[in-house]
């Protein structure tokens, strides 16, 4: 049985799917080049943080992180789009808040490490975007997967796109879409140095609102 990421390059092919806990590890960890676009990234970084360090710490693999600001003013928007936030935009600013704890603790531990790679600010790009997001997921080397949200406050499994980089039809349209997007929102995001998610204040009290 082959995995998902050598499926995905057989056909193109749309599936309802969860999101962190479903995440193709393999792939995550493989590519040279990953874009990963999530709203918040708090599950995904919390449940894979070990590989996400080792992914980090491989100087041969660079890395772009992007997600929602944790002072974007469009919290409620995205609040919004969860069942679980719907009318609690502080769950959500807690959950941006939480995934750059998580990913400046990896960034701090790599730093202190003797053999931490002092590059790694040059080679993973963490930015905070100012947009409510449609779609979250991963643009590879050859693979996009583009997970959709619906219009409705919603939260369970996700409509599931995947496109190849050298695609016919729509499979090269997902794939170009995905990365033209990510592109656009992280030219704009490094206008404004404030949007350096590793540069990021941290509130001194922050409690995590899931755990409360």
Not at 52 to 63: E, H, M, P, Q, V
Request: glycine share 6%.
């Amino acid at each position: 049985m082959g995995s998902a990421t050598e499926e995905m390059k057989q056909q193109n092919f749309v599936v309802a799917c969860g999101w962190s806990e479903n995440a193709d590890l393999t792939f995550l960890s493989d590519q040279k080049h990953l874009i990963i676009f999530v709203k918040d990234g708090y599950s995904l970084f919390k449940a894979n943080a070990e590989l996400l360090t080792n992914r980090l710490a491989n100087i041969s693999k660079k890395t772009t992180i992007i997600i929602a600001h944790p002072d974007s003013p469009y919290m409620d928007a995205i609040a919004n789009m969860d069942d679980n936030k719907k009318g609690k935009p502080e769950s959500q600013r807690s959950d941006s808040l939480q995934a750059v704890r998580l990913l400046q603790e990896i960034q701090q531990k790599l730093a202190s490490d003797d053999q931490g790679d002092i590059s790694l600010l040059n080679r993973v790009t963490f930015m905070g975007h100012h947009n409510v997001p449609t779609w979250t997921g991963f643009v590879g080397d050859d693979i996009a997967r583009v997970n959709l949200y619906p219009t409705r406050p919603y939260r369970g499994s996700l409509l599931c796109l995947t496109g190849q980089k050298n695609g016919k039809q729509d499979s090269g349209m997902v794939y170009k879409g995905a990365l033209t997007d990510c592109d656009e929102i992280l030219a704009e995001a490094k206008k404004d140095p404030r949007n350096n998610l590793w540069n990021y204040q941290l509130p001194s009290t922050m409690p995590d609102l899931r755990q409360g």
